[in-house]
């Protein structure tokens, strides 16, 4: 909602005080279809060159997220910790029993409860290769942090591709306007004996490419890259929580003061408050024990 709000403002407010200002659309109108297929279309051109088919998908995909926010909401991480509390409650007490939960996370009881965490493939392996790990005595906090952060940096910097493929079209876009502009002074030159007046509007025409590339630039294309980048970056906090809660298990702190480290490094706005954490926590082991 706020997208969209933001881009009713740019298209009323340049818009408007254009109109307000006494300028005149028609000529913008006019000469509109022809720019912008000229500078759309150089654009588009090059962002295919420069990308693969599966960056090419991602990035569509990803603006959408422009719109939708981020994937993952507070009540997401307050599940996430839950269903931490109960892999490391199992790890620690029946680890032989870990095994099918990890190793077949599509038919766990306890994955089956967590439906959207479960849905991300990226998550559900990152849990269950550093459980399986830890399985396996490959248990030196130090050394599981320092390949956590590895996999998650590898992985942030393909998240971040659609960002970086949408931010050099954005940087493009104004020389592609000039170019869409000298085709139009090339354009008027050839009628330099016709009467002001239609000189007039052929010139006007040929500035209309500057200004659609600047205005496609800054006021568009470049804030779509801004907001997938910030979108990308909240949604790394969900996997940052995973390893905090695993490395602070593999210091074999006690399984609340690891769902406190997890809680306590997951930014405010979407933090869980600790009676509401304690609440699901206490569902949880009250089931535990029937």
Not at 53 to 62: H, N, W
Not at 187 to 201: H, N
Not at 214 to 226: D, E, I, K, M, N
Not at 258 to 273: F, L
Request: a negative charge; charged letters at 20%.
């Amino acid at each position: 909602m706020i997208g969209l709000l933001g881009i009713a403002a740019t298209f009323l407010l340049v818009f408007g005080g254009y109109l307000a200002a006494g300028g005149k659309m028609a000529i913008i109108l006019k000469s509109l279809p022809y720019e912008f297929t000229m500078i759309g279309g150089a654009a588009i051109g090059a962002f295919l060159v420069s990308n693969d088919l599966p960056s090419i998908k991602r990035t569509l995909r990803d603006t959408g997220r422009v719109f939708s926010g981020p994937k993952w909401k507070p009540d997401d991480y307050r599940e996430l910790l839950c269903l931490l509390f109960e892999l490391i409650k199992m790890a620690r007490q029946n680890p032989v029993a870990l095994e099918e939960h990890i190793e077949a996370p599509g038919s766990s009881s306890i994955f089956s409860q967590y439906p959207r965490i479960l849905a991300d493939q990226e998550a559900i392996e990152l849990m269950c290769d550093t459980l399986r790990s830890a399985s396996m005595n490959y248990d030196d906090p130090h050394q599981v942090e320092d390949v956590l952060e590895k996999r998650m940096e590898a992985n942030y910097r393909h998240a971040i591709h659609s960002s970086h493929a949408l931010q050099t079209m954005a940087d493009g876009l104004p020389a592609l306007g000039i170019v869409a502009a000298v085709l139009g002074v090339i354009k008027t030159m050839g009628s330099i004996d016709q009467p002001p007046e239609i000189l007039g509007k052929l010139i006007g025409g040929a500035l209309v490419g500057t200004f659609l590339g600047v205005f496609l630039a800054y006021g568009l294309v470049g804030p779509f890259a801004s907001k997938v980048r910030s979108v990308t970056e909240e949604d790394g906090h969900f996997y940052q929580l995973i390893r905090e809660v695993l490395v602070a298990n593999l210091h074999s702190h006690s399984m609340n003061i690891c769902i406190e480290v997890g809680r306590q490094n997951t930014p405010s706005h979407i933090r869980p408050t600790f009676s509401e954490l304690e609440q699901s926590l206490s569902t949880i082991k009250q089931k535990t024990v029937a």
